[in-house]
């Protein structure tokens, strides 16, 4: 459970606990897909929220709450994406979700809250289930602010859904890059179309060893070629430092004909992503600074590609995104098959 500090109030477990019972006699699903999504505004300085109902095939009934800038550009990728979506998408997408599951899904801190609360809950599909997804983590109970964002977007579902039941085309923006969003003005929750913006991204304070960078710029650039990976792992781990159990990293640095491996170790997305990939340059330079100074370093991830472009000019090395990391894809099969012994 999150630290006590941060749990959400009685009450407001009893607003969310009403609002499942609303969603659940209004059923939404029937007749609005995932795409059929708003926004919401809280009236307090919280987080925005991105409203979206899952369930039309009949699986899995739910509203997912995409929250900030990475949870609505999350959300845009997944509709973008459709079939091809991945497990790693959803997991690395901040989003809060209220759903219906089998009793079996129900923990016993979510029993502690209902029998609280004096409610019963019986068949399949019928036990309301609030979790709060953040990047690389693994889903979580609920915290305070989270549950205060998630019953504005439950109660403003209340409002949408009943209308766009009647008038499909009330979500249908005059501009194709605006969304409704549910902004309370003036003691009064209003339609207001608008494009969705949000502050820029602080830049990233990118670490640095530069005794390392120091001795590598010293050696002999060899005619080599690094391969450089990180994979989110599929077991979680909880180290004690965060109440959240998290899906660490496995980083790798391998020289692509030999296989060598020349660095490798367990990243933790905590407390951000942003946080963890503000070591990456600083974790291949010690690497190198140790073995060798290729010519070239591989990568599949944009994303690393990105992180370690400064070091091109300052090294004298070229970074290439390429479709296959040969040496490293072997070192993780046998990793793999290593953690299932």
């Known amino acids: 459970m999150p630290a006590k500090k941060n749990a959400p ?12 019972d609303q969603f659940s006699e209004l059923a939404p699903w029937e007749y609005m897909y995932e795409h059929n999504a708003f926004g919401v505004q809280p009236p307090e300085a919280g987080e925005f ?17 995409y929250t900030g800038k990475k949870g609505f550009e999350g959300y845009l990728n997944i509709q973008r994406v459709g ?8 997991l690395l997408t901040p989003q809060l979700q209220a759903s219906f599951e089998d009793v079996d899904m129900v ?17 399949k599909k019928a036990w ?14 609920l915290e305070n602010n989270e549950a205060q ?10 409002d949408v859904a009943p209308r766009f039941k009647k008038n499909p085309d009330m979500l249908e ?65 909880r180290d004690g430092k965060f109440d959240r159990p998290y899906f660490p990293f496995l980083f790798m640095i391998a020289e692509k004909h030999s296989g060598m491996i020349l660095g490798v170790d367990m990243l933790s997305p905590l407390p951000s992503l942003e946080k963890m990939w503000e070591f990456i340059p600083e974790k291949v330079i010690e690497s190198l600074a140790s073995f060798i100074l290729p010519k ?34 072997r070192a993780q099969k046998e990793f793999k098959k290593f953690q299932r012994q």
């Open 296 to 329: 070239e370093i591989q990568v599949k991830d944009p994303l690393l590609a990105l992180l370690l472009s400064p070091l091109e000019k300052e090294v004298g090395f070229k970074v290439n995104v390429v479709s296959r990391l040969s040496a490293i894809e």
């Open 173 to 237: 923006a005059p501009d194709s890059k605006e969304y409704l969003v549910r902004v309370y003005k003036n003691g009064k929750w209003l339609d207001q179309f608008q494009k969705i913006k949000f502050p820029q991204d602080p830049p990233l304070r990118l670490r640095m060893n530069m005794d390392a960078l120091h001795h590598l710029k010293n050696m002999e650039k060899q005619n080599s070629i690094v391969e450089v990976d990180m994979e989110m792992m599929k077991q979680g781990i």
């Open 49 to 65: 929220g991105f409203v979206s109902v899952m369930g039309n095939l009949g699986e899995h009934f739910a509203v997912s709450v």
């Open 128 to 141: 309301p289930l609030f979790r709060s997804y953040r990047p690389a983590c693994i889903p979580w109970y």
């Open 83 to 90: 079939y091809k979506l991945t497990p790693d998408m959803l």
């Open 107 to 123: 923990s016993p801190e979510d029993r502690k809250i209902i029998k609280q609360l004096n409610l019963k809950f019986r068949g």
């Open 9 to 20: 109030t009685l009450e407001q477990w009893k607003r969310l606990y009403e609002l499942m």
């Open 149 to 158: 964002l998630l019953i504005h977007a439950l109660e403003q579902l209340m």
